[in-house]
């Protein structure tokens, strides 16, 4: 094993961050804290090396989104297919063409591209990997936290570090060490993995059926390979037993009339899907991301995108708090903010589940209606799309606050270009209005001594809107916004840059 191995409490003892588990979560996280500058350790059981036998495909518009403000988007958007419709259950389908996003789709891409580029990243940013270690045990206190790892060959050591952030999935080692329970239950048994070639290729880009007791689904990786879900509702079959290519091709045929020639399988397994989400995110100086805090059925394809935004959510706060720049208390924030939407995620994508595999005249009735109500009712259909693709959720903002305030800030245009590259810096973006408008040249004045100081402490870049606009808004690392106001005066402008960003 490579790395410090000092007890926190050693004299000697770097101060640093440490992220356990090397997923999509934990890549983007820890690029982000060293993007701030903050000492990065990324802990991985696996060798070095990406696989390519993942789960997930999908990106939706606000991981879209969190991906641009990193320079990553575009370069995702040009491996993978995009799609401007998901289909959910009982022939009902959600349009994302209208989405109020510059990636009004979703994008199917295998998770090991999205892994690939998050891991390019981090490593130029300067996070130290250390694989084949897997954690033992943990200890903290007021001071910082020790990790017990073990590494290759068994050897045991220690890793300090101030903070730990546990991106390791389900069977979450650093969960288990901080006595956190994971409550919830197995939703779906015996679903089948496979991916392989065809013969024939799918009428659409995603397919997926679901007809009696079988559901399947298939997408395509972009190499000739294509991933198949399936799932029968009379089979429970323990996970350990294999996996024969025949019990796939007949799911298929089952649930979508046709296996489409299904050959060649490079790999095959049997999992079961869970609903469970940990009741803190938090527990002194160690926090859960991304499976470790929260896992829930594939429906819907929210599983990768929701850790990814949990790290974008708390990356600049804790690089704010280990720099210096705020107060602890912003870390109390992640859990407020992402518990909740965790919760949402678990209850949508079980919903979608439940309703595609209706079975009981009830549940059928209720699938029909509320097929009804998304197809026919713009809102509720809205409403629906922008919590699959994440551009729907707000955060809470204080009472008396703007109504701007916690919402999620679409890619604005500015006179140097849009939003999502003004924060590709890491830092907060004040846009005010230009000096040209009448009232506001004080507005503009707070501005230039806003950019001349932010530039100075590399926390703050100030903008300018790029029409004739009053409101005042600043704009979160993560894209929301923490403050905004209508022609304000220079003292309420400097108050809220205070203590947003710090004096």
Do not use: C
Not at 235 to 264: F, N, Q, T, W
Not at 285 to 304: C, E, W
Not at 325 to 347: K, N
């Amino acid at each position: 094993m490579t790395g410090n191995t000092h007890a926190h409490t050693s004299a000697t003892t770097p101060r640093q961050v440490v992220v356990v588990g090397s997923g999509p979560t934990g890549l983007l996280l820890a690029g982000d804290l060293a993007a701030a500058g903050v000492p990065v350790v990324l802990v991985e059981k696996r060798p070095r090396g990406i696989s390519n036998l993942s789960r997930a495909f999908v990106l939706h518009a606000r991981t879209l989104e969190q991906l641009d403000a990193r320079g990553l988007a575009d370069g995702l958007e040009s491996k993978g297919r995009a799609l401007d419709r998901i289909r959910l259950f009982g022939g009902l389908t959600l349009a994302l063409d209208t989405l109020p996003s510059r990636f009004n789709h979703l994008l199917v891409i295998p998770q090991y591209e999205v892994e690939e580029a998050l891991q390019h990243r981090a490593e130029k940013a300067g996070v130290r990997f250390v694989y084949e270690t897997e954690v033992t045990g943990l200890r903290q206190d007021a001071d910082g936290v020790t990790l017990e790892v073990r590494g290759p060959g068994g050897a045991a050591g220690e890793l300090a570090a101030d903070y730990v952030v546990g991106t390791d999935g389900m069977r979450s080692a650093v969960r288990e060490a901080i006595g956190l329970t994971f409550p919830g239950r197995s939703v779906i048994r015996s679903v089948v993995l496979a991916d392989v070639r065809l013969d024939e290729e799918p009428e659409s880009v995603l397919t997926a059926n679901a007809v009696g007791d079988a559901f399947a689904f298939i997408a395509p990786f972009g190499d000739g390979y294509y991933r198949v879900i399936g799932w029968h509702r009379g089979r429970d079959i323990p996970d350990s037993e294999p996996v024969g290519l025949d019990e796939v091709k007949e799911i298929a045929r089952l649930a979508l009339g046709h296996d489409y020639g299904m050959r060649d399988a490079r790999w095959m397994s049997r999992f079961h899907s869970d609903e469970r989400q940990a009741p803190a995110y938090r527990v002194g100086r160690v926090f859960l991301a991304g499976d470790a805090a929260h896992v829930h059925t594939p429906a819907g394809g929210q599983g990768m995108n929701t850790g990814l935004q949990d790290a974008a959510n708390l990356g600049w706060k804790l690089a704010a708090v280990f720099n210096g720049w705020s107060g602890a208390a912003l870390l109390d924030t992640y859990q407020a903010e992402r518990h909740p939407v965790g919760a949402s995620v678990l209850r949508s994508s079980g919903g979608i589940v439940r309703l595609a595999m209706a079975k009981r005249p009830w549940t059928r009735a209720l699938r029909a209606g509320i097929t009804t109500v998304l197809g026919h009712v713009g809102p509720a259909r809205r409403r629906a799309a922008g919590r699959i693709t994440g551009i729907g959720y707000a955060y809470g903002a204080p009472r008396g606050a703007h109504p701007l305030t916690g919402n999620r800030a679409p890619d604005l245009a500015l006179r140097s270009g849009r939003l999502y590259e003004a924060l590709r810096a890491g830092r907060f973006v004040l846009i005010a209005p230009g000096p040209s408008g009448t009232g506001q040249a004080g507005q503009a004045e707070q501005a230039e001594r806003a950019e001349r100081a932010g530039e100075r402490a590399g926390r703050l870049t100030v903008e300018r809107w790029a029409g004739e606009r009053r409101t005042t808004l600043l704009v979160r690392p993560d894209g929301y916004v923490a403050w905004a106001a209508e022609s304000p005066d220079p003292a309420a402008v400097e108050a809220a840059l205070t203590a947003a960003v710090g004096s």
